[in-house]
């Protein structure tokens, strides 16, 4: 068959569907992409973040926060630092942040990423508000739950005596001395990582995590019925209504009904 | 030497611009400058201007992000320069992609490339509009900025500014890619911010203006020109390219022997011509 010229319409035509194709096929493949790269969920990142979400919307990845840090702390994600591209973030083992009182890191940013009204009390900075994440212990690798006197994570603490404090328990094994265990007080906590810093194991028995990851979550259900404050929160709690077979009656004819029906039969 | 100048005179001044502006970021971050702070995503001249790059802002936007002024009034600054000045002059000037891709294409002319692919190129120089509107969809879907994500041109500069990791990888793969693959690849056919500003500077002042009685025919501005088909009246009429998709590289004024293209300002030389 002769090859016939295309008319301007069956171009026009061809031209759209080829572009809707490869638009269709890029974008699902961008998007599964960035479904990935923005999935870690390990990021510390630099005081007065927002919300993982919104802060990976709302940063525009130019460090100016970066370039703010006294302290070297900050550092933009790298192609195979394996975070989220281009954006702060702190390895508190490395270096961990060193709780400026005038927090340069939050004014400079120029998108609001980093929210100076999050870490404003009574219109000063207030840089022990900040939560840029939370302690945790690992009792089996902390040597101060083994017996050992240890108190470095205490006394690194720039919220001494409150962020972290230390239980006294007795020693039943040597029957004489006491465990100095360190107990993290997550509402005093501000996730700075002195402590991941100054902890003198291997791998740091206490580490920071984003509280996200960190903290579980009881729900409106379990209420401490002791706590005047905390039972408010019952009125937030949801009924959860579902239907079975069985349940589509009420139990009382339920019970008179079909199942004495069956056991006549 | 005079006539070096006078053929490399304004790929010279470039050069200077991007390293220039590099060096500067890079100062900021090592030494603690003040002159520009940041990087090409948004920075602070001596602490107080704002500058920002408006095609990441319509992402975020796209992404539903909530932004604060400083970064507003630094993308309005950056897109007004540009709109009304620059034309795309950040594509050429600015973006340190640009010194890879020319790179590129200076090798291709070294081993013969340019001979053996010939003139037609195998794709459309539209596909940049297509993945600039497309990175906008994804933007929304994804709830992020989609291009900032997956740019060579952030990673590259970033990299520079603040130490670059895997980013080199990057920036082989552009090279590799116009070098190889498709002639004028990354910046002339796919880069969605290099088709932003080819929207945004369509109107700017700043325009290359042909004069058709000077030129000799010789078309070696044709041929050096990264988006040639700009260039489409020489030695047909004497017009400004007024194609937005024009990079005011000026590469086809310096290699000109005739004068015949020349920058000029568009309001100006309008009025010259209905005077003739």
Redesign the interface.
């Given at each position: 068959m002769k090859k016939q010229a295309l008319s301007d319409r069956r171009k026009f035509i061809l031209t759209m569907a080829r572009g809707f194709g490869l638009a269709t096929m890029g974008g699902f493949i961008w998007s599964a992409f960035l479904d990935e790269a923005t999935a870690s969920q390990l990021t510390l990142r630099p005081p007065a973040a927002l919300s993982e979400d919104d802060f990976l919307k709302t940063c525009i990845k130019c460090g100016l926060c970066v370039e703010a840090c006294p302290y070297d702390t900050l550092s933009l994600a790298k192609p195979g630092d394996d975070k989220p591209l281009g954006t702060p973030f702190f390895v508190p083992r490395d270096v961990p942040c060193y709780m400026c009182p005038d927090i340069p890191c939050v004014p400079v940013c120029p998108t609001g990423a980093l929210d100076q009204s999050s870490v404003t009390t009574n219109g000063i900075l207030d840089i022990k508000s900040a939560d840029m994440g939370l302690a945790v212990v690992d009792e089996e690798s902390c040597i101060a739950f083994w017996g050992i006197q240890c108190d470095a994570c205490y006394r690194a603490c720039p919220i001494l005596g409150q962020a972290i404090t230390i239980e006294y328990q007795k020693n039943e094994r040597t029957g004489k001395h006491a465990f100095m265990k360190p107990v993290v007080h997550s509402d005093a906590c501000t996730g700075c990582g002195l402590c991941e810093h100054a902890c003198v194991t291997e791998k740091a028995a206490i580490q920071i995590l984003p509280r996200e990851l960190a903290q579980g979550k009881a729900g409106n259900y379990y209420i401490k019925g002791w706590d005047k404050e905390d039972e408010k929160r019952l009125k937030n709690a949801k009924e959860i209504k579902s239907t079975t077979e069985i349940s589509k009656q009420k139990a009382a004819d339920k019970l008179n009904g079909d199942l004495l029906e069956d056991l006549y039969e | 030497m005079k006539k070096v100048w006078n053929n490399y005179r304004y790929l010279i001044l470039r050069r200077v611009t991007q390293i220039g502006l590099l060096f500067l970021y890079f100062g900021?971050?090592i030494w603690?400058w003040t002159l520009l702070?940041?990087?090409l995503?948004?920075?602070?001249i001596l602490d107080t201007v704002?500058m920002?790059?408006p095609y990441?802002?319509l992402q975020?936007f796209s992404?539903?992000?909530?932004?604060?002024s400083?970064?507003l009034i630094?993308a309005l600054i950056v897109t007004l320069f540009y709109f009304l000045i620059g034309g795309r002059a950040f594509c050429s000037w600015v973006c340190p992609i640009n010194m890879v891709t020319d790179f590129a294409e200076f090798v291709r002319e070294l081993i013969g490339m340019n001979q053996l692919t010939g003139v037609k190129q195998p794709a459309s120089r539209n596909l940049r509009y297509?993945?600039l509107?497309?990175s906008l969809?994804?933007s929304a879907?994804?709830?992020?900025?989609?291009f900032?994500?997956?740019s060579p041109i952030?990673?590259m500069h970033?990299?520079i500014?603040?130490?670059?990791?895997?980013?080199w990888?990057?920036v082989t793969i552009i090279f590799l890619f116009d070098l190889f693959v498709l002639r004028h690849g990354w910046c002339g056919h796919i880069c969605p911010l290099g088709g932003f500003y080819s929207l945004l500077g369509k109107f700017s002042f700043i325009r290359v203006h042909h004069s058709e009685e000077k030129c000799t025919l010789c078309m070696k501005c044709k041929v050096v020109c990264p988006e040639n088909q700009v260039l489409h009246m020489i030695g047909k009429e004497s017009l400004p390219v007024l194609s937005g998709e024009c990079t005011n590289c000026a590469r086809c004024i310096e290699v000109c022997d005739d004068d015949a293209l020349n920058f000029s300002i568009r309001n100006i030389m309008q009025s010259k011509k209905t005077g003739e």
């Open positions: - | 900021a971050n603690g702070r940041g990087d995503s948004a920075s602070m704002p920002s790059d990441a802002l975020m992404a539903g992000a909530l932004l604060a400083d970064v630094g297509w993945v509107g497309l969809i994804v879907v994804m709830g992020v900025a989609a900032e994500f997956i952030s990673m970033r990299g500014v603040f130490g670059i990791g895997f980013g990888a990057a």
